[in-house]
């Protein structure tokens, strides 16, 4: 007979886990310490995955990089985005490695193929060493940068899942920040190492990314998914700071089980011949076949939102001012590569402190209501930049106070994207999909975002030289587009559990769907609790 006490009926664990909800924000941080500081660790991957994009735009106007590496703007362009094009295939090709073997080990398989980019494109003595390295960079931190998010918003607890998940981008902007000013610093270098030192220091974060996830645990729903049923329960006491048989622990435990076993379901009954089979070949059929299941009715608006978000992350225009931002300042009448180079300095700044509401107020005014203002003050930023540039580029000497008003307006757009599209892209990517089909649905999306990516850093060069304004005028027409969009398709996901998601897309919100998923928690309800309940 099981000790009653872990015995609760499925209705009394949900009335467990809304009795003891956490609080948001700053206080729900505070609460979890211990989870905290490992999203935070794991965050690391985003400052690499930032660092990498920022570091190329200093390097590309220092007088020994372009001696070294002579490149029309055509190449130029190619140099950047050729990082985005190996981040495009990383993120189609992390996915199954992040299901495969696990999301933390995963974490370390791609920090060791950065280590290997980043040597090549630190050491390169020619152009084509260079885009190899910038190639296998990609890979890595196309892969990082969907494990990560994927691996923080399955350790949170739901309250702060977002305020968590958010540290991804907080990171991405540190990294940006930081290598910005090496940039500055080493400009004054005689030599090579004048922008060889900028693109080999990352290998030291790669090291301890890499080496130190390993201290870190398994996400407790990838253990869950695997059978590792009571290692999952002690992993989630141990993130909680609550005993293995804490009735909010175990409450929790058995929504995650009752999820995968559902999953499971659904898998067996969608491709029963395959299942029966149980062979890796028949394995790696199923596994092919549950990209198809992300095109089937409750996935599909799911996989169009996150990859739609995506698409405005990039397409509102922010990588093109990080990417080219002193070639954007020149273009806005700053004279001089010290002034461009510290005037982008600032940009860093701006762009890292404005991501701290995110982290801290996320789950407390929730993501519609951010990204709505974002998109509506990023429009009227494009648009002023836009006319500053049209009406006095040709005669910037005489109007630096115009050229300054516009420089202005680009550290405002920066600020209102810090807080919304930039962190709520990951974000909302990480929450929406089920278990069964999370890392698959991320690595889409991830890979949509750059491919983006690819695209803004391959034609900002050439719209900046040739439509000049016109630029701007491309990108604000995105942001007008992203806050209609928002508006109409996006719903709010604040404070709802993974396993809650079908109430809001639907998909388990089907008959025979949710019969299966109460006759689970049901018989998830009535099992032992791994290691506490007593036969």
Known sequence: MNDSKHDLPINDDSIIIQQRKGSSGIKGI????????????????GVLFGYDQGVISGVQEMKTFVDQFPMNSTENGFVVAILELGAWAGAWIVGYF??????????????????LGSAIQGGAQNIGYLFGGRFVTGISVGGLS?????????????????????????????????????????????????????LCLQIIIGIILGVGILFFPFSPRWLASVGRDEESLRVLAKLRRLSVD?????????????????DRRVQAEMYPDLVQQGTRTAAIKINLLGYAELFRKGMR????????????????????????????FESVGLQGDSVSLLATGVVGIINFLMTVPTVLFLDKFGRKPMLLTASAAMTICMLVIAVVVGMFSDDWPNHTKEGWVAVVFVYLFIANF??????????????????????????ISTSANWM??????????PMLSSIGYGTYVFF????????????????????????????????????HDAELMAQVQREVAAEPVPGVSKV
Not at 30 to 45: K, M, Q, R, T, W
Not at 184 to 195: D, M, R, S, V
Not at 246 to 261: H, Q
Not at 485 to 491: C, E, K, M, T
């Open 30 to 45: 505070i609460e979890n310490p211990y989870v905290f500081a490992v999203a935070l660790f794991a965050s690391l991957g």
């Open 98 to 115: 992040a299901d495969k073997i696990s999301r933390k080990y995963s974490i370390v398989l791609f920090s060791i193929i950065f280590l």
């Open 146 to 198: 969907m494990l990560v998010p994927l691996y923080q918003s399955e350790i949170a607890p739901p309250e702060i899942r977002g305020s968590l998940v958010s540290l991804q981008q907080q990171a991405v902007t540190f990294g940006i920040l930081i290598s910005f000013w090496i940039d500055y610093g080493t400009q004054f270098i005689p030599n090579e190492a004048q922008w060889r030192i900028p």
């Open 246 to 262: 804490d009735p909010l622990v175990v409450a929790e435990w058995r929504e995650i089980k009752s999820t995968v076993e559902f």
């Open 301 to 328: 608006l799911r996989l169009f939102i996150a990859c739609a978000i995506m698409f405005f992350q990039q397409f509102v225009g922010v990588n093109a001012l990080i990417y080219y931002a002193p070639k954007i």
């Open 418 to 443: 810090a807080y919304s599209w930039g962190p709520i892209g990951w974000v909302y990517g990480s929450e929406i999909f089920p278990l069964r089909t999370r890392a698959k649905a991320m690595s």
């Open 452 to 461: 983006c990516n690819f695209i803004i850093g391959l034609i900002t060069p």
């Open 476 to 511: 604000g027409c995105f942001c007008f587009i992203s806050f209609f969009f928002v508006l109409f398709i996006v719903p709010e996901t604040k404070s709802r559990s993974l396993e809650d998601m079908d109430a809001i897309f639907g998909g388990a919100s089907a008959s």
